[in-house]
Structures are given as C-alpha cells and as structure tokens.
C-alpha cells in the first residue's frame, strides 16, 4: 500500500501555499524524501487496531473517499518544529462553564438557534475569552474548551500563549490554562468531517510517526437546535469514561449511554455505538453500525465502532493526547 510521503514547512501560511504541489506525492511505506526546507516528518503504517481498517482511498455510494495524509502530515510537521524547540504546552478548559461565564467579546451575538456567539461562530457555552494585548476589557474573541496552545508567559492575572488556530498570540485569564504534564506530545487523533474516518498515530523516534488505525467514523451533524458539527480545531482529550450518558432532545431525562468516551471539547467526545439504555452491559453493546464512516448524524460527538472507541479509551492518555478535526 502506499501513504503520502514527506511535506515540508514550519507555519501555517507557508504549508498552506504548498499543499497543492505536495497532495499527490506519494512514496511507499517506509521510505524516505528528504524536505525542501524545514522539519522532515515520516508516516509509516503500524496497524495495532486491525478492525474495520480502511484503504488509503475507498468509496462510498459511489464516491470517492481518502485518508487526508497530506494534512495530517502538515500538522505533524509543524508540532515537530514547535517541540524542537523545547516549549510548554497549555489546554484551554472551561468545560460547562465551571472556571466562569466567558464575558461577551466584541461583536457577540445570538445565532439563528438563539445561542450566544462570537463575531467567529464559536458559542459562549463551554467558552474561554480570549484577550489582545491593547484591549484587556473586552475579549476580541471566545476559545473552545480543550483547545491546544503554546505557552508563552505570565502575569498576575493572564496567561500569554500562543495558538495557531486562533491566529496568534492572546492574553486568557489564568484560572482558563492548566499546563499539560508531557514536554513531548506524542499520540494524535486524527478526525476527518469530509471523508467520515479517524486515524490514530504515534510518535516514534527520529520524527518517525507510526499509524495505529485507520477506521470509520461519524461526527456532528449541522441540524441546531441539538445537532451540531463537531468543531474544526486542535484539542487535548480532558477525560474519559467508560459510560457517556446523553439525554433525550429537549429534556433532561436520560435517554441512553455511549460506551468508551473520550472527550476533547465541551461535550465532545470520542465514542463507540451508542445504546438506547440505561441498563445494559458491556455483553450488550453493538461493536459496529452501517451507520458508521457514512455522514454526519452525531449531535457534535465523533462515533466510531465500539472496539475502536476502547481501543482510543486505553491508548490516549487525558492531557497527553490531542485530537485534530480537520475538512
């Protein structure tokens, strides 16, 4: 089989203007090309998880369907240059708003399903007010729970970090940081909207990271006032459980558990089939559904099949473990 091979750069920018020339080389597995420029990052496939694996590019109705190699390796490119040199990471966390409210940032307003958001999209809920240097009032503009950010430095009462996916450097109160206990990350989700899968990789040594799995899977659906696309962004997995209980729309009363949850944003999680009860066992679960890899039908969770979800549930350890949703 084949994977694509080497991309090149050390910011966002850059890798972005040369995505184009670099999406469809490919090199067989283990071997090596040697970058134009910057960090040299390789991709090899070392399966662990051997369920439900899926090809590089496959179909569905008809259609074709890959795994986004090139993007992932961008982002590892540019994790690798960041941990070269020796910085501390931070995850944002405000996790049903339990370190405050956000206050409003410029521009709030309320969406089409009367949910308060920034002039970005992002809702209130679960939010981190995110601060410019000028202006230590008023928030420009709200972070996700969980997302991950580059420390920078401190004062008596902010955090300065730094993030790539919110666009720069940004001032968030101290009780909204908590440093991570690793210096290295080295275990990335990877989780595709537009191809419906997720793949899990690992850090080896001398920039080499290996493919754990590669399976379908079904994110949020754009359908409010309950149903929303799982975020774009990078994320830290916060916490796990072996039951994430959800409710019936509308209500407050408990409609079912997911089994083997991993969450990474507000209420997101990673997750296997969902079960309509409360009573059942792990000798009742659904390891798979036809559902799975097909299109959004989640309320903002990511589903993947039972085994994968405790699989992910063991292997990505909360705080030291990111999860990448990529288009």
């Known amino acids: 089989m084949k994977i694509v091979g080497i991309l090149c750069g050390g910011f966002l920018l850059v890798l ?25 990052v390789v991709i090899v496939k070392d399966i662990v998880f051997d369920r439900y694996v899926l090809d590089d590019t496959y179909c569905y109705n008809g259609k074709p369907r890959r795994f986004q190699w090139d993007s992932m390796q961008r982002l590892l490119v540019e994790l ?38 920034d002039r970005y999209g992002v809702g209130r809920k679960h939010a981190i007010p995110l601060y410019c240097s000028n202006d230590l009032e008023v928030p420009d503009r709200y972070a996700r729970d969980g997302s991950l950010c580059e420390y920078l430095a401190d004062s008596a009462e902010y955090i300065k970090v730094y993030s790539h996916f919110y666009g720069g450097e940004w001032f968030v109160p101290k009780y909204y940081v908590m ?30 990271w290996y493919v754990r799995s590669m399976n379908p899977a079904t994110t949020g659906r754009d359908n409010p006032p309950y149903q929303e696309p799982t975020p774009l962004g990078v994320y830290v997995v916060q916490e796990v459980k072996t039951k994430m209980y959800y409710l019936h729309d509308g209500t407050s009363s408990v409609a079912g558990f997911a089994p083997w949850a991993s969450r990474f944003t507000g209420g997101a999680y990673i997750h296997g089939v ?14 798979f559904s036809p559902t ?36």
Request: with cysteine; glycine share 4%.
């Open 80 to 117: 690798e240059a960041l941990q070269s040199r020796d910085i501390c990471w931070v995850v944002l966390q405000n996790y049903r708003n339990k370190r405050g409210v956000a206050p409003d940032a410029k521009g709030v307003r309320f969406s089409s399903d009367e949910v308060l958001t």
């Open 16 to 40: 972005s203007f040369c995505s184009d020339v670099w999406a469809d080389i490919d090199i067989n597995v283990g071997e090596r090309m040697m970058p134009t420029y910057g960090a040299e």
């Open 274 to 287: 969902p079960l309509n009860t409360v009573e059942a066992c792990e000798d009742d679960y659904v390891d």
């Open 179 to 208: 440093p991570l206990p690793v210096e290295i990350v080295s275990k990335v989700i990877f989780v595709d909207r537009t191809n419906q899968n997720i793949t899990t990789l690992e850090r080896g040594n001398d920039s080499v």
């Open 292 to 327: 799975l890899g097909t299109v959004p039908r989640s309320h903002m969770c990511v589903r993947t099949a039972t085994s994968h979800a405790r699989y992910i549930y063991d292997w990505a350890v909360p705080l030291e473990t990111i999860v990448v949703i990529i288009e």
